[in-house]
């Protein structure tokens, strides 16, 4: 069973930056689309940002412009940078291979990393 480890997350004040880390236990390559997900307390999951096994990128409009995604194929590992913080970004943050549409994914969730954004 493939296991997806999210880190980075912590508490940072409004305008300030992060960078979440992704590292599955198999292969990154053995994935199709890698995205990053969050879910805020109340609120249903989203999915933010998803990159290509070829490195093509998209992003939500909810924070495209503020949030990058990127992944390293030597270092095994999918990133999201995250800048200028807003504390509507406060949630817990999550990976997963994207495989449908309606949030279906093709891994058991992890644990995901939070993300606190103070004001």
């Known amino acids: 069973q493939v296991q997806l480890v999210e880190s980075g997350g912590g508490l940072v004040r409004a305008g300030g930056s992060l960078r979440l880390s992704c590292v599955p236990s198999?292969?990154?390559?053995?994935?199709?689309?890698v995205g990053w997900y969050r879910q805020a307390p109340g609120k249903q999951r989203e999915l933010l940002a998803a990159?290509?096994?070829?490195?093509?990128?998209s992003s939500a409009d909810s924070v495209k412009g503020r949030f990058i995604i990127s992944r390293d194929n030597v270092k095994n590992a999918v990133y999201l940078q995250m800048n200028s913080l807003k504390p509507e970004d406060t949630a817990v943050y999550y990976c997963?291979?994207?495989?449908?549409?309606?949030?279906?994914?093709?891994?058991?969730w992890g644990q995901g990393t939070q993300v606190t954004v103070s004001s």
């Open positions: 198999v292969s990154i390559l053995s994935l199709g689309a």
């Open positions: 990159i290509a096994r070829g490195g093509t990128t």
């Open positions: 997963n291979e994207p495989t449908g549409p309606s949030l279906r994914v093709g891994q058991p």
